[in-house]
């Protein structure tokens, strides 16, 4: 083939041709029915945004004070319903306090700790208790000086106080900044410092695999930690609230600490929601780059919640009768949009889960589908690999028959992951929303409609209302159908991010240097025929193997068909003679032997399923591979290893340091 080619016109030679269409009864009962009710609506969401959008903003949401312009774009910056006034907190609680939503299940929580073949501990907040709740910390906070626009931290495990802590921080107008519980008290002083928080919420611990995490002892640490000058990094934190989860002793500081059950005893739970200009800033969300600090990823009032509103509605189809299961920790953009802001803006029932998918057996999620009857799951196919290296036994011990839609997030699902999905835990009855979007979009972007759209198992098909992406190549120029590029937005939506938190340079020349006009994904993509988008993983891990682009999820995708494999990660490292040379780090399956042999089958499985070219130089078996905390694998890290250099750059995300111990020492 052609060396010159442009770069990123990213070689595709994995073809899937599954297709499932919707199940007639599904589309009937669904909020959009027919592909021709989806093309009319995304045509006019598309040809007329300000008409689209204004409908959307003036129908889903309350204000208390309408809107007078639907949006203002001068790339980069975008503001939405200009002009009006509105509290999502509002939006989320109070809205249904006088309807019959009122005394439904608003979360369903279930904690961790529990014996094997046992059911955890387990509460229900009703809409008008968690608003009652919410209040209530509202005036906590406002009691300890907290004022529009002031940053808290929240670095809480999964318990209902996380959603509370958020919806009051709302409620009086302060920006949040969730940490997920698993990161260590060096990121909770960065973030502090970097966005300059008043307060941060917390608890004695969190349960964690039966251990307990000791996140009050990490704040103390965090506010410890000296910068550069010997000054403190985190100076500007004034309360610590600790919230008494886990009973394990803490230290406290008297004039900083308080605990959240005696203050809440200290006020009334009369606590109007403030009125919020749209562009208000909601939350900060930390997102880690690829090199360096963290980016402060910032969302704003109306737009966010409109987005997550709708896009919960619609490709969840969610109904007044659903359990809706989003295993997202709330330390993600998951979290927010899927588990608190989505749900509640629907008025739906959004369960909770504290813990590990497999504490303390390998059925944990299944007993509580089970349990709650669970009837829409979202989870993410690093959850899924690993429930089917446990094997079929442990769902089929439960009675999934109350599931009737599953969705997926965070990486390309493999379609063998896809397949089985759909087979073990779908029940082949289940439509499958593989949901492609970003901590900076806010909400879904690209996904199948549940009743709408046939999916192909490994493509997240199609774009939602109003999104227009498209593939282009390194200048910008659309691809023609079936060849791969760079995943651009070519308009702006409601819950983009409105910047990176105090570093509006580094905001245009991520997302908006590389290709004028559009925002930017980082993430490579190809179209098939049907207009399906297929993303083959993120451009800085494409591969250019003697002039082939290679995007990793393909070549992924070919490993984890063979029954041996569990997981698959796909590097490239300087090869003279090719540029770059394939290396494929492997997990096994449960009882699978790692030898030379298996490592020729590889290859040659990989040359059989794409091509000569795809198959790999070196295949290395691995215990582990090194992943976010997310879930997401963290190639970058696996390149410096097959490279033989030292491992550089931002590791904080990084969930098990054992990992890169192992895969470094063992050559
Ligand atoms: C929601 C979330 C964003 C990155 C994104 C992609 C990858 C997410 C999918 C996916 C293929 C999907 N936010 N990604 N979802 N790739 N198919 N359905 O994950 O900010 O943490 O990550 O994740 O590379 O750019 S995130």
Known sequence: MDKKKPVTNITSMLTETRVFPPAKEFSKQAHVKSMAEYKKLYNESIKSPEKFWGKQGKNELAWFKPFSKVMQWKAPNAKWFLGGKLNVSYNCLDKWLNTPTANKAALIWEGEPAAPGKVGEERTLTYKQLHHEVCLFANVLKRNGIKKGDRIIIYLPMVPEAAIAMLACSRVGAI????????????????????????????????????????????????????????????????VVVLKRSGNEVQMHTGRDIWWHEEVSLVDAHCPAEKMDSEAPLFILYTSGSTGKPKGILHSTAGYLLGAKITTKYVFDIKDTDVYWCTADIGWVTGHSYVVYGPLANGATSLMYEGAPNWPE???????????????????????????????????????????????????????AWMWYHEFIGGKRCPIVDTWWQTETGNIMITPLPGVTPTKPGSATLPFFGILPEVVDDNGKPVPKGSGGKLVIRKPWPSMLRGIWGDPKRFVETYWSEVKGSYFTGDGVRQDKDGYFWIVGRIDDVLNVAGHRIGTAEV???????????????????????????????????????????????????????????????????????KTRSGKIMRRLLKQIASGVDIKGDTTTLEDFSVLAKLTSDE
């Open 556 to 626: 992924e995708s070919a490993l984890v068909s063979n029954p041996k494999v569990a997981e698959a990660a796909v590097v490239g490292r300087p090869d003279e003679l090719k540029g770059q040379a394939m290396v494929v780090f492997v997990t096994l399956k449960t009882g699978v032997k790692a030898s030379e042999q298996l490592k020729t089958e590889l290859r040659n499985h990989v040359g059989k399923e794409i091509g000569a070219v795809a198959k790999p130089d070196d295949v290395r078996f691995a215990e582990a591979l090194p």
């Open 362 to 416: 390998p059925d944990r999620f299944w007993r509580i589908v089970a349990k709650y009857g669970v009837t829409v799951l979202y989870t993410a196919p690093t959850a899924i690999r690993a429930f089917m290296k446990w094997g079929t036994e442990w769902p089929k011990k439960h009675d999934l028959s109350s599931l009737r839609l599953l969705g997926s997030v965070g990486e390309p699902i493999n379609p063998e």
């Open 176 to 239: 949040h900044s969730v940490v997920f519980g698993g990161f260590s008290a060096q990121s909770v002083a960065d973030r502090i410092q970097d966005c300059q928080a008043k307060m941060v919420i917390t608890s004695d611990g969190g349960f964690r695999r039966g251990a307990v995490v000791p996140l009050k002892k990490n704040v103390d640490d965090a506010l410890m930690i000296e910068d550069a000058n010997n000054g403190l990094l985190a100076k500007t934190i004034e309360r």
